[in-house]
């Protein structure tokens, strides 16, 4: 029983002390349920490292402009990839066949292409011919048809590359 009023004794005096030291001067009783000015006034940034001016409104921060887009788009949604595939299909039904999944997987790899040779129309269609390939055109739809293929990817899936 001694040991716990010692006890409690010790802490009531360590909680006057502590109580004593956060008081503030202005004389108010040390239990004011009022916090003190110095508890409430706004403190300056300590050195805080300069940091960017936010964007404005309506823009985002992903690229600066007129960056050259670099790896495939994101993934289209159902809309976007419905259009697409209607567009493939309209030039062989046998490029997307019953694999609309592997149409848009690549023609995404064909935008990474783009962003990467814009400028090479020939070496485009050309890859374009090796990347669309179905089981009864394993050498590619040819050149007249990757053509209108890779104008597909690009209206569909990547119209900024």
């Given at each position: 029983?001694?040991?716990?009023?010692?006890?409690?004794?010790?802490?009531?005096?360590?909680?006057?002390?502590?109580?004593?030291?956060?008081?503030?001067?202005?004389?108010?009783?040390?239990?004011?349920?009022?916090?003190?000015?110095?508890?409430?006034?706004?403190?300056?940034?300590?050195?805080?490292?300069?940091?960017?001016?936010?964007a404005p409104a309506g823009t985002t921060t992903?690229?600066?402009?007129?960056?050259?887009?670099?790896?495939?788009?994101?993934?289209?949604?159902?809309?976007?990839?419905?259009?697409?595939?209607?567009?493939?299909?309209?030039?062989?039904?046998?490029?997307?066949?019953?694999?609309?999944?592997?149409?848009?997987?690549?023609?995404?790899?064909?935008?990474?292409?783009?962003?990467?040779?814009?400028?090479?129309?020939?070496?485009?269609?050309?890859?374009?011919?090796r990347r669309f390939t179905s089981a009864k055109?394993?050498?590619?739809?040819?050149?007249?048809?990757?053509?209108?293929?890779?104008e597909v990817v690009r209206k569909h899936l990547?119209?900024?590359?």
């Amino acid at each position: 029983m001694r040991i716990r009023t010692a006890a409690a004794a010790a802490v009531v005096a360590l909680l006057a002390v502590g109580s004593t030291a956060c008081s503030s001067s202005t004389g108010s009783s040390k239990w004011s349920a009022a916090p003190s000015s110095a508890a409430t006034a706004p403190q300056a940034p300590a050195a805080a490292a300069p940091t960017a001016p936010p964007a404005p409104a309506g823009t985002t921060t992903a690229a600066p402009a007129g960056a050259k887009p670099s790896g495939p788009p994101p993934r289209p949604d159902a809309a976007t990839t419905a259009a697409y595939i209607a567009a493939l299909t309209a030039i062989d039904p046998e490029i997307v066949s019953d694999k609309v999944d592997r149409a848009v997987s690549r023609g995404r790899d064909q935008c990474t292409s783009v962003a990467q040779s814009p400028g090479d129309q020939a070496g485009l269609v050309a890859l374009a011919n090796r990347r669309f390939t179905s089981a009864k055109h394993p050498d590619g739809f040819g050149p007249e048809k990757s053509a209108k293929i890779l104008e597909v990817v690009r209206k569909h899936l990547c119209p900024t590359y």
